[in-house]
């Protein structure tokens, strides 16, 4: 997608051919910076780190971390210690476990001296896949938003997302957002309810972000906004992404997705999961099995945002002392 018209992927091979680069998400609104990932570490504190996050983009992230490892030790303990490191930077997204194994099941056959090349091959591969199947998700989805319009004879359809499940989260194009960009382009008249995604803000940073470089209406709402917007008739439907979806269809999210399902059911507003086929784990038959990651309670009584001067900063937004719990996901259990 395009960042002030010029076009750009998540993460991509270095021109120097043996690094890959990064937006930096960390400093998204206020900065786009690019990154140089060169090792094995450097990978696993991106992801670590949110740098780069969304469940199909940190399995990318992730792929071109075994080829970074490969590119300093191509032994079978060289492979095996690169997706030990990477495996244990986030828990919830099973697309890193994917993009693992798949990296894996490449390299393993080969001799130490083409898993250079193999690495870097199969981790663009991953990307130029993401991208095709996000591409494809658009495809797939559009119909539902141009259904709403036909119903609406032609008036603006709108949509509620949750956290960001766009482009960023992604390679290219994104899940959730993928059909909102594709009947955009259609010249669907279409809004967006941004949820604000509390304790990352990752909605009013990054979603609001990317559908105002591609010109998209939107407007942020705070999380607990969604429900009453249902009650008054202003969302037509829901559509979010996923880090992790069960066999049986569970679906893991950021926190509070779950609360605007129930509220969506409550108001019998259309709620959709858009999903590439990397986030299913199909060993996990029940949500509840899914591991849900606790991350630090400072990004809950703290949040980071720009002052007046432009300078970002992080302030405290609760009393010094009070604990403070950072549940980072939730599971909706899958329709009825
Ligand atoms: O913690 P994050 O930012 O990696 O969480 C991922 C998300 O942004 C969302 O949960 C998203 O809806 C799923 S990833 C397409």
Redesign the pocket.
């Known amino acids: 997608m395009n960042i002030d018209g010029k076009p750009y992927r998540t993460i991509w091979l270095g021109a120097d051919g043996v690094s890959a680069e990064i937006i930096d998400q960390t400093k998204l609104p206020f900065a786009l910076e690019i990154v140089a990932l060169c090792t094995l570490e450097d990978a696993a504190h991106a992801i670590a780190s949110?740098q780069v996050?969304?469940?199909?983009l940190?399995g990318a992230t992730a792929a071109y971390g075994v080829a970074l490892a490969m590119a300093d030790d191509a032994s079978d303990a060289g492979l095996a210690r690169a997706c030990e490191v990477l495996a244990a930077t986030?828990p919830t997204?099973v697309n890193l476990r994917w993009a693992l194994d798949e990296m894996v099941a490449e390299l393993q056959p080969l001799p130490a001296d083409a898993r250079v090349a193999g690495a870097f091959a199969r981790a663009a591969e991953i990307c130029d896949e993401d991208v095709e199947t996000c591409r494809r998700i658009g495809e797939h989805g559009v119909g539902l938003i141009e259904a709403h319009a036909a119903h609406k004879g032609g008036e603006t359809v709108n949509i509620l997302t949750?956290?960001?499940?766009g482009w960023l989260?992604?390679v290219d194009w994104?899940?959730?957002l993928a059909p909102i960009y594709q009947a955009f382009d259609r010249g669907v008249p279409v809004h967006v309810w941004v949820d604000e995604t509390r304790p990352?803000n990752?909605g009013a940073s990054l979603t609001a972000f990317e559908l105002g470089a591609h010109g998209v209406p939107h407007t942020i709402v705070a999380d607990n906004a969604g429900g009453h917007l249902m009650q008054a008739g202003l969302v037509d439907l829901c559509l979010?992404?996923?880090?992790r979806t069960t066999a049986n269809g569970d679906v893991a999210?950021?926190i509070g997705?779950y609360l605007k399902a129930l509220a969506a059911k409550d108001n019998g507003v259309q709620f959709f999961v858009a999903?590439p086929h990397s986030?299913i784990d199909w060993t996990l038959e029940d949500g509840a099995d899914i591991p849900i990651?606790q991350r630090d309670p400072g990004e809950v009584t703290h949040m980071t945002g720009q002052l007046p001067g432009g300078q970002v900063a992080t302030v405290a937004v609760a009393p010094p002392g009070s604990h403070a719990a950072n549940y980072?996901?939730d599971v909706t259990p899958r329709g009825s």
């Open positions: 949110m996050r969304g469940a199909p940190i986030r997204a949750h956290c960001n499940a989260a992604t994104g899940t959730a990352r990752q979010v992404g996923t880090d999210n950021k997705t999903l986030t990651e980072a996901f």
